[in-house]
């Protein structure tokens, strides 16, 4: 057991390389194939090879019979969300400025680009991403993102002895896993196994971070555990933000708690899907 944690994630999925499968012993006949690292070792399903996963978002909006319309509602409800925190400056305190070399210089990145490089007019003219007639397209779905999160978990008595005053307490996490075409709705059992772990009512929840690898993933989560919108993500989620897939699960829960901060609420839910059918939940609440 451990007095103090550091639990963080990061993610460059533009640096991602594509790879020279079985190049380093070298091939004595035949044809190379070349692969995408980003698709072999993040947005394929390990169990059904060469399929991605934004296949399973389509057939989660034809489950539920989510249509494109909805889907662009919620995108577009996510990016005005994530715009407006931006803008207003309510992203601030979760936000480390870092400064990197460009061709040009150096540049201190202290804003997320990525919302404010999306054109809203544009995204119910996009095409399907991942089936002729689908419904699931690039805005309706997380985008290829960089990023990274960290956080500092430690035992209360090892605070009080430093004299540091915690954000919140964590009262308790759970996982769930079915049948990994349906990783999308994941999160649903593991909010409902934390809930009952714990004792708690989701209705009585102030916030929840469920993470938008797709919107019919949070879309998903809403009806099943009847979450009313305003509770959700309120200041957007990974269609606005993106999904750095080793980072986000730190990210969703930093601004948790900066929104149960900001709004002077009390319990939050932080949730995402994981690849292979699984996902996560944690439970945490504030400190006032």
Known sequence: QADIVVASGMESMTNAPYLLDKARGGYRM??????DHMFLDGLEDAYDKGRLMGTFAEDTAT?????R???DDF????LARAKTAIEDGTFDPEVTPVTVKTRKGEVTVERDEQPLKAAPEKIRALKPAFAKDGTVTPANSS??????AALVLMRRSEAEKRGLTPLAVIHGHASHAHEPCWFTTAPV???????????????????FEINEAFAVVTMAAMRDLDLPHDKVNVHGGACA????????????MVTLLAALEKYGLRKGVASLCIGGGEATAVAIERIT
């Open 30 to 35: 035949g044809h190379g194939a070349v692969l």
């Open 241 to 252: 933000l993106g999904h750095p897939i080793g980072a986000s699960g730190a990210r969703i």
């Open 189 to 207: 059992g593991a909010m409902q196994k934390l809930a009952d772990k714990i004792g708690w009512d989701l209705k009585d929840v102030d916030l």
């Open 143 to 148: 985008s290829i993102s960089d990023g990274a």
């Open 69 to 71: 319309d909805a889907q």
């Open 63 to 67: 489950h539920y019979q989510f249509t």
């Open 75 to 78: 995108a577009l409800t996510s």
